[in-house]
């Protein structure tokens, strides 16, 4: 399963950017977005499930990032909205995984990430 990030950049606090997340197939019915801030941990940030359309973000972003896919593209979307220079960091998507799994001590151990896309938001 390759997920492929793309999106991240440079924008200036309390503006915008998209995240996308293209994979070959739509396999699994959850998908997620992390992030990794130098020297800090991987924190999932928001989860998606397909079926039911249900989410959940992260308290840091919540009212202020969305997620969404588009089954017909094959793409997972972040749209990060009211940029703030904590939010810098290194972006991953990963598929199948959830919740729980992300508050495992490595979540990596779960799931299918990508290579991660870096944003940057300067004050």
């Known amino acids: 399963v390759q997920m492929v990030e793309s999106g991240g950049g440079l924008v200036q606090a309390g503006g915008s950017l998209r995240l996308s997340c293209t994979t070959s197939?739509?396999?699994?019915?959850?998908y997620a977005w992390f992030r990794q801030a130098p020297g800090k941990e991987l924190e999932g940030i928001s989860f998606i499930t397909r079926s039911d359309h249900q989410t959940y973000y992260l308290r840091p972003v919540k009212g202020r990032f969305t997620i969404s896919v588009d089954d017909a593209k094959n793409t997972i979307y972040l749209q990060m909205n009211s940029l703030k220079p904590e939010d810098t960091a290194m972006y991953y998507c990963?598929?199948?995984?959830?919740?729980?799994?992300?508050?495992?001590?490595?979540?990596?151990?779960?799931?299918?990430w990508g290579r991660g896309t870096q944003v940057t938001v300067s004050s």
């Open positions: 197939a739509l396999t699994f019915d959850d």
């Open positions: 990963v598929a199948n995984i959830n919740p729980v799994q992300a508050l495992d001590a490595d979540p990596r151990n779960f799931g299918y």
